[in-house]
């Protein structure tokens, strides 16, 4: 009996399966294969970039606390990934520098915005670490882009200014060779970073 009331608390603690890291892992995939379509609707773009915004997006998605942690499983393949397609890049011909100066700030993103999303959930700042995610992660890009590319309206200058921070728009801007140094985006992946490692334990993980 003692055994077992050991194991139910292990149990409880595998969760279930990261299913959105491998919808990540299939779509990354994808992104890579040789194929017209792929070829056509990316051309020279690299690959890196578009990977690094597929995995930021699904490890800094705000998690319940429920559903299943995505932190290890999710870091460990995104990082397999991401080491996939600089080398695919690499022998398309882009240069080590151009490969870098998405590598690191990827990398960057990743941990901060990953380790915020799986340490906000199970403190008492989940509801505010994810009204903070949806405004400066995918907000502000999506509403700038529905205003002014669907719907033809001149954008004010400060909703422009949130859509920079953004780390997902940085990343899909250095997809084109477009994206200056990315210091405000991650001064944002910092912030989310902080007000979740600072955030209180909710009672029973805190003795857990």
């Not at 915004?53 to 999710?74: M, T, Y």
């Not at 084109?176 to 902080?194: I, T």
């Amino acid at each position: 009996m003692e055994i077992q009331e050991r194991a139910e608390p292990l149990e409880a603690r595998v969760g279930r399966p990261p299913w959105l890291c491998l919808l990540a892992l299939a779509a990354s995939v994808a992104l890579m294969l040789p194929l017209d379509v792929v070829e056509a609707s990316l051309g020279e773009a690299p690959r890196l970039a578009w990977c690094g915004l597929l995995w930021v997006a699904a490890l800094s998605l705000p998690q319940s606390r429920e559903g299943s942690a995505r932190w290890s499983v999710g870091l460990g393949l995104g990082l397999c990934v991401l080491g996939l397609a600089a080398h695919l890049d690499r022998s398309r011909g882009a240069s080590v520098e151009e490969l870098w100066y998405i590598a690191w700030p990827s990398l960057l993103f990743a941990v901060l915005l990953g380790g915020a999303a799986a340490r906000a959930r199970t403190t008492d700042a989940a509801a505010r670490h994810a009204l903070l995610w949806l405004a400066f992660v995918p907000g502000a890009p999506l509403l700038s882009h529905a205003l002014g590319i669907w719907g033809g309206a001149s954008l004010p200058r400060w909703l422009e200014f949130l859509s920079e921070l953004s780390p997902l728009r940085w990343l899909a801007a250095s997809a084109v060779g477009e994206a200056p140094m990315p210091w405000l985006p991650l001064g944002v992946a910092v912030l989310l970073f902080s007000v979740a490692a600072t955030a209180q334990a909710t009672e029973g993980e805190g003795s857990a």
